[in-house]
């Protein structure tokens, strides 16, 4: 049962231009979400996250949208530079129901064209 | 802050041995996770710490595996008996208490059972 889906397995995006990566979640209880950025021999780093009772949160090139009535959440790079290629996972978890541990996706891998 | 330190990166077994991980999280960290990844997939969720006290361990703890974390800094990660299926990626995050902080991983190591 994958509680948080990303259904692109890749996205190849011009550099300069936005890179939109879309996630799906099927747990209502999920109340805080994350992007982390995973390198290749490296483990995921942290990227941007959003509280439930948000629906946007920017920090640079970096915004996250939340769209709870779909169950959608989507991340937003623009402009993408070639340092952003890599594989991105959202993440989930339910603080306020007790579920403290993050529930993953099976990511997207970004690559940005120069 | 170092960040979260695992050891060993790589380590290579025959299927039957017991292996150990270790994970030393950020000082100031109350929480410590364990997750595992293999190719394709995201992070899974096993176990975790609040200090030294083990919280909640997911199904996919089967026997074999146990965790400790006697002093509530470090942790070990032991797998008895190992088989093909458990060669993954172990990731190790740690984090503060409390509602809304992020996980901050570890490189992981990775494991292969021959």
């Known amino acids: 049962d994958q509680q948080v889906k990303q259904n692109s397995p890749s996205l190849s995006v011009q550099e300069g231009r936005i890179s939109i990566l879309n996630c799906d979640y099927t747990n209502s209880m999920f109340d805080y979400f994350l992007w982390y950025k995973k390198y290749p021999a490296e483990g995921p780093t942290f990227l941007i996250s959003?509280?439930?009772?948000?629906d946007k949160n920017e920090d640079g090139r970096f915004t996250v949208f939340l769209n709870k009535s779909a169950k959608h959440l989507s991340l937003h790079i623009v402009p993408s530079q070639p340092g952003d290629s890599a594989v991105y996972f959202c993440a989930a978890e339910g603080f306020t129901f007790g579920n403290e541990k993050l529930t993953f996706g099976t990511g997207t891998r970004l690559t940005i064209i120069p | 802050d170092t960040g979260v330190s695992q050891d060993p990166r790589h380590k290579i077994t025959k299927r039957g041995q017991n292996v150990t991980f270790r994970c030393d999280p950020i000082s100031e960290h109350n929480r410590l996770y364990w997750y595992r990844q293999t190719l394709g997939q995201g992070p899974e969720f096993l176990t975790y710490f609040q200090n030294e006290a083990q919280l909640e361990k997911s199904r996919l703890l089967s026997d074999r595996f146990s965790a400790e974390r006697p002093k509530g800094s470090f942790s070990t990660l032991e797998i008895q008996r190992t088989e093909q299926g458990d060669s993954a990626m172990y990731l190790c995050?740690?984090?503060?208490?409390?509602?809304?902080?992020?996980?901050?991983f570890g490189n992981g190591t990775r494991l292969t059972v021959t």
């Open positions: 995050a740690s984090s503060q208490q409390g509602e809304n902080s992020p996980l901050h």
């Open positions: 959003i509280s439930s009772i948000k």
